[in-house]
């Protein structure tokens, strides 16, 4: 059990979660009924939504694998706190949004999207964590 609470076993896993969310971008649009919503607006918004939606994704899988070199994130460094530094900015921004922006939608929705919206609240709070206590494990 202790091992799973190590640090470098936790940006690892804080990856991996990290890739999944990136890869759950590709079944998200179709998940949450875009493509219906997405019909109404005109081609040039769909393409942008689109396009965010995939960048996004992008983005989560490359900040996922940057997590994965996790001895070398623990030692000494520019680069290291650097990573560190920009995966607590990004994924803090993010749990904020979740906080601010997505908590004042979810409050009249349906109980499964309210439960949803506490774990993501608990996970992106954890995204934040664990590149954080690694920054300031240096």
Do not use: K, N, Y
Request: net charge positive.
């Amino acid at each position: 059990m202790t091992a799973l609470l190590a640090l470098p076993v936790q940006l690892r896993l804080a990856g991996s979660v990290a890739i999944a969310l990136g890869v759950a971008h590709l079944v998200l649009p179709r998940l949450l009924g875009w493509p219906a919503d997405l019909l109404a607006m005109r081609p040039l918004s769909r393409l942008v939504v689109g396009l965010h939606t995939g960048f996004t994704g992008l983005t989560c899988v490359v900040l996922g694998v940057l997590l994965w070199p996790a001895d070398e994130l623990l030692a000494p460094g520019l680069l290291a706190r650097t990573v560190l530094a920009a995966q607590t900015v990004f994924w803090g921004a993010r749990w904020v949004c979740e906080v601010v922006l997505v908590s004042r939608v979810v409050r009249t929705a349906p109980v499964p999207w309210r439960v949803a919206h506490g774990v993501a609240l608990a996970g992106w709070a954890w995204l934040t964590s664990v590149p954080a206590a690694a920054l300031l494990a240096h």
